[in-house]
């Protein structure tokens, strides 16, 4: 199994709204609904911020939203904040019981 | 607030054992509802699922790394565990667990707690 992929990086200025995709296989993305994405600032551990699909957990802006389309996800995040600069990272549950994540993407708030 | 800390050696010659061990506190491993993983990060990359069990002991492994995999779990220490044999400089990176949630006994693809990480470079 291949890892999910992502661009390496998106960038966008405060205010505005970047989407951020991760593309998979019929065998992970595109037969289930259980992507999940974290946000990671450097030195951090990620922080779960979308999962099973389009939920947010507790405390998570709703400016983060997620959304899917055949074997593709997408993250977009609306009114750009200077703190939204971090990497995200994909993750699908995938056939026989395993995770995949994807490469990471680096976001720059210019 | 649920935390969990991971332990073990930063440093792993190559061809050892990766020995690691994740603490729970201020809550139960032993909960019907998550399962407990394992990620981790080499230098400059992205995450990568490694492994996940279940309080009973069921567990699910990364195929590319099962052969060289073991975890475990210690319920009466509130602690899981992680082996990994036969380790090269691939394995460097930097390990975090996490607590899962379980979907019937899958795998989620949702952690919503994460220790802080540990460093181990695989080194002679």
């Known amino acids: 199994q291949s890892a999910l992929t992502q661009p390496a990086s998106v960038s966008g200025s405060p205010g505005q709204s970047i989407t951020i995709s991760c593309t998979g296989t019929?065998?992970?993305?595109?037969?289930?609904?259980?992507v999940s994405w974290y946000q990671q600032h450097p030195g951090k551990a990620p922080k779960l911020i979308i999962y099973?699909?389009?939920k947010r957990p507790s405390g998570v802006s709703n400016r983060f939203s997620a959304s899917k389309s055949g074997n593709t996800a997408s993250l977009t995040i609306s009114g750009l904040q200077a703190e939204d600069e971090a990497d995200y990272h994909c993750c699908s549950y995938a056939i026989d019981n395993t995770l995949l994540f994807g490469g990471g993407t680096k976001l720059t708030v210019l | 607030q649920l935390q969990l800390q991971e332990s073990g050696p930063g440093l792993v010659k190559p061809s050892e054992t990766l020995s690691l061990t994740c603490t729970v506190s201020?809550?139960?491993?032993?909960?019907?509802?998550?399962?407990w993983g394992w990620i981790r990060q080499p230098p400059g990359k992205g995450l990568e699922w490694i492994a996940t069990i279940y309080y009973s002991g069921r567990t699910y492994y990364d195929p590319s790394l099962r052969s060289r995999l073991t975890i475990s779990v210690d319920t009466s220490k509130n602690e899981f565990s992680l082996n990994l044999d036969s380790v090269t400089d691939a394995d460097t990176a930097i390990y975090y667990c996490a607590r899962q949630f379980n979907l019937g006994l899958r795998p989620a693809a949702t952690f919503d707690y994460w220790g802080q990480g540990t460093l181990v470079a695989v080194s002679s």
């Open positions: 099973e699909g389009d």
């Open positions: 201020d809550g139960s491993i032993s909960s019907d509802d998550y399962l």
């Open positions: 019929s065998t992970d993305v595109g037969s289930y609904y259980l």
